[in-house]
C-alpha cells in the first residue's frame, strides 16, 4: 500500500509537470482608472516582444489592451506603476461580446515593431517629444541619419519617426535670430560637411535625396511619423525636387524666381496648392502652417479627436485612442496645418473646431502609412530652442503623449485589420 501510495503522488506530480501553466487574463485599462497611461504602451510592447498575443479594444475603457499570460505580465505592469487587472474568461466573454454589438472592435496586436529615429548626431538646443515618450516608456528604437537612410538601412524597420529636422536645406529658417550662436554656427558646418561627403553640393539637394528615400520606404509599406516642422518641411522638399528655394545665406546662390509655379504636388504626401515664403529672414517656410503666436492662449487653445468606426475604420480608430477627446493645444515651429492645403483623401484626426487648423492627420501611401501631428511637446505649451526637456513623469496621463505612443503600436495590428 504504501508503495502505491507513493506511485499515485508520482504520478499525480508528473502530471502537474506536465501540464501547461494556467494562463491569467489580464485587462490594461487607459480609461481614467490608469495610474500610468504612457508606461502601459511600454508593458503592451514588452509583452509583444515576449510572444504575446494582445487584443487592443478599440473604443472599450478608452483603448484598453487585452492578454493572456502568466504572472510575469502582471509583475511587469506593476513593477512600471502601470494598473493591470485579473479577469475571468466569463468577464471577457462579456467583454467580447460587448464589443461585437457596440461602436467597438479588438484587433489583434501580433509583433513588435522595429522603430527608428531619423534624427542629427549633434546635440541640438531642443528636444523630441517621440524620443521622450519611448525612453519614459522604455520601448526600444535605434537612431539613424542621413548616411543610413542613403545606404538603404530603413529596410531593417518597421516605423520611423522624423525628428524636428527642415529638410529644406534652410536650417530652420533660424538665421535671423541665432545666425551668430555656437550652436547654429556648428549645425551649419556639419550638415555642409555631411552633404559634400555624400557627393551633394548643397545641403538642400542632399535633403532632398534623403527625403525621396523615405518616401520609398513607405510606399513599400513603411510607417511614418512626424511632428512639427519635419511634416511640412518634408512634403516641401518633396514639391520641390526640380527647384532651388534656399536664399543665399543657406546654400550660397539665390532661389529660383519660379519656385512657386515649378512645385510639383504630385509629389507629396499630405499637402498641396500651399504657397512658399521665401524671405528668408522670416521664421515660416510656407502657408501651411497656421501658428499664430500673437494670439496665443493656453487657457483657450484645445483641439478635438475625431471619433470613428472602429469595425469599419480600425486605424484612424487606433491612432485616436484617448481618456479624453478634447486635448489641451500646443505650439510648435509647424503648429497646425491650414485645411486648404491638406489632401483630400488626407484623413483628418482631430481639428480646432470652428477654425481652418487641422492638428493631426493619417494617410496611406503606396503599401504604407504616414501620421503627421502638427507642435512640438504636448505637456510644454511653447517649448522655446533650449528650454530644458519634460519630465514624463510628471505628466503620467497625458493625452498628447497618448496620441504619439498609439502610432508607436499600430503598426503590430494584424494586416488584415488595416483598412480604410
Known amino acids: 500500500m504504501r508503495f502505491k501510495r507513493k506511485a499515485i503522488v508520482a504520478a499525480a506530480i508528473l502530471l502537474a509537470l506536465a501540464a501547461p501553466a494556467r494562463a491569467e487574463i489580464w485587462l490594461v485599462p487607459m480609461d481614467l482608472a490608469q495610474t500610468d497611461h504612457l508606461k502601459a504602451y511600454g508593458v503592451a510592447y514588452w509583452a509583444l516582444e515576449q510572444g504575446v498575443k494582445i487584443q487592443w479594444l478599440l473604443n472599450y475603457r478608452a483603448g484598453s489592451f487585452l492578454m493572456e499570460g502568466g504572472a510575469f505580465l502582471e509583475n511587469r505592469a506593476r513593477l512600471q506603476g502601470v494598473r493591470i487587472e485579473e479577469i475571468s474568461a466569463a468577464e471577457r466573454t462579456r467583454i467580447l461580446d460587448r464589443i461585437e454589438g457596440e461602436n467597438m472592435a479588438a484587433v489583434l496586436l501580433e509583433k513588435a515593431p522595429k522603430v527608428a529615429i531619423y534624427t542629427p548626431p549633434n ?15 522604455e520601448i526600444p528604437y535605434s537612431t539613424l ?21 527642415d529638410f529644406t536645406g534652410q536650417y530652420g529658417k533660424f538665421y535671423a ?16 560637411s555631411r552633404a559634400r561627403e555624400a557627393g551633394f553640393d548643397k545641403v538642400s ?17 513603411g ?8 511634416t511640412d518641411t518634408y512634403d516641401i522638399a518633396l514639391a520641390a525636387w526640380k527647384t532651388d528655394i534656399c536664399d543665399v545665406m543657406y546654400d550660397g546662390d539665390p532661389p529660383d524666381p ?8 504630385s509629389e507629396t504626401l499630405a499637402f498641396e496648392n500651399f504657397r512658399l515664403v521665401m524671405n528668408p529672414l522670416v521664421y515660416e517656410y510656407s502657408d501651411i502652417d497656421v501658428s499664430n503666436y500673437a494670439q496665443a492662449d493656453p487657457e483657450r487653445d484645445y483641439f478635438t479627436l475625431f471619433e470613428f468606426s472602429a469595425k469599419h475604420d480600425p486605424i484612424a480608430s487606433m491612432l485616436t485612442q484617448c ?9 510648435g515651429q509647424t503648429t497646425a496645418f491650414r485645411r486648404s492645403t491638406v489632401k483630400k483623401e488626407v484623413v483628418v484626426l482631430g481639428e480646432k473646431e470652428g477654425s481652418d487648423e487641422i492638428k493631426y492627420l493619417h494617410g496611406n501611401f503606396g503599401r504604407g502609412t504616414f501620421s503627421f501631428l502638427g507642435g512640438h511637446d504636448p505637456e510644454d ?32 495590428a494584424k494586416k488584415k485589420e488595416q483598412k480604410t
Not at 123 to 137: E, H, N, S
Not at 388 to 410: A, C, E, K, Q, V
Open 123 to 137: 546635440k541640438q538646443p531642443w528636444d523630441d517629444a517621440v524620443t521622450l515618450a519611448l525612453t519614459y516608456a
Open 145 to 165: 541619419w542621413d548616411d543610413e537612410v542613403l545606404a538603404g538601412e530603413l529596410e531593417k524597420y518597421d516605423w520611423l519617426h522624423l525628428h524636428h529636422e
Open 177 to 192: 535670430s541665432f545666425q551668430n550662436t555656437d550652436w547654429y554656427r556648428r549645425q551649419q558646418a556639419l550638415y555642409e
Open 205 to 221: 539637394e542632399h535633403k532632398k535625396a534623403v527625403a525621396r528615400k523615405i518616401r520609398n520606404f513607405i510606399s513599400r509599406g
Open 223 to 230: 510607417f511614418l511619423f512626424s511632428m512639427c516642422s519635419a
Open 258 to 265: 519660379n519656385a512657386q509655379a515649378k512645385l510639383d504636388f
Open 323 to 331: 481618456h479624453v477627446s478634447v486635448v489641451k493645444g500646443f505650439l
Open 381 to 412: 505649451y511653447q517649448h522655446a530652442v533650449g528650454d530644458p526637456p519634460t519630465d514624463l513623469s510628471l505628466h503620467r496621463n497625458s493625452p498628447g503623449y497618448r496620441l504619439i505612443l498609439n502610432n508607436i503600436l499600430f503598426p503590430a
